[in-house]
């Protein structure tokens, strides 16, 4: 399970190298998450998407922070899973958004609910967490 895991998160940090580096299409995101699902924002705010374009909706704008602040290199450490029984587990993760010179634009703490389905693990749940 756990490297199942990291592989999701190792795929779901690569992608976004690809985004924020060449092809600037968030869309490409959405195979990480189940659907429905739902994002928690730092401030307690839940959110549903049903679909894959409310969750590129959600991205767009983060992708323009990444851009505004120079991101090329995301990167993510600190990976731990806690197994939640044979199919969900909590995944969380520390990332930092880095520049070219691997400077650091930007960094959070970051949960994840994910459950087991038969196309691999996804994402049913993205906890952003504040003061973390």
Known sequence: ???????????????????V???????????????????????GTASLFNNAEDISTFHRPRLELFQ??????PKAKDFKVVSL???????SV???????DDSIAMAWH???NAVKTDAG??????????DA
């Open 21 to 43: 580096r060449e092809t600037g299409n968030v869309d490409e995101v959405n195979q990480f998450f189940h659907l429905p699902c739902i994002f928690l924002g730092a401030d």
């Open 121 to 130: 693990w996804r994402i049913l749940l993205s906890t952003f967490e504040a």
């Open 94 to 100: 520390t990332w930092e958004q880095c520049r070219e």
């Open 68 to 73: 505004k602040n120079g991101v090329k290199n």
């Open 110 to 112: 970051h949960s994840y």
């Open 85 to 91: 029984g044979k199919h969900s587990a909590l995944v």
């Open 1 to 19: 399970m756990t490297k199942e895991l990291q592989t999701l998160i190792e795929q779901y940090r690569s992608t976004w190298e690809r985004i």
